[in-house]
């Protein structure tokens, strides 16, 4: 349902642009999200945003260099990320869910993720 893409090799200080694309049923959800997980590790809250687009929230790691938005035209979401650190590395996951939540349980569905990998 959710479809993620936009990783890919960068050096420390680069930006990405990962973008979810997903059906409008699930574009449509409360809010969409976006996760991290780097290898050995929980899987970790990034960003989201309501559907409304009128509020959002970030992971305390993030502030000030990533952003989410969304084009309601494409049914996509994406998250920029701009001074990328090595430890940024990881699977980056979208998701939808029906509640307002940091919690990765709190999302139904999921992406299949994109691979971020930021070397030093």
């Known amino acids: 349902q959710l479809q993620a893409s936009g990783g890919g090799l960068v050096q420390a200080g680069a930006s990405l642009r990962l973008a979810c694309t997903t059906s409008?049923?699930?574009?449509?959800?409360?809010?969409m999200g976006w996760f991290r997980q780097a290898p050995g590790k929980e899987r970790e809250f990034v960003a989201a945003?309501?559907?409304?687009?009128?509020?959002?929230n970030y992971a305390d790691f993030v502030k000030g260099r990533f952003a989410i938005s969304r084009d309601n035209a494409k049914n996509t979401v994406y998250l920029q990320m701009n001074g990328l650190q090595p430890e940024d590395t990881g699977v980056y996951y979208c998701a939808s869910s029906e509640l307002w939540s940091v919690r990765p349980t709190r999302y139904s569905a999921w992406g299949q993720g994109t691979q971020v990998t930021v070397s030093s």
């Open positions: 945003m309501l559907t409304s687009g009128r509020l959002t």
């Open positions: 409008g049923r699930t574009f449509n959800s409360y809010s």
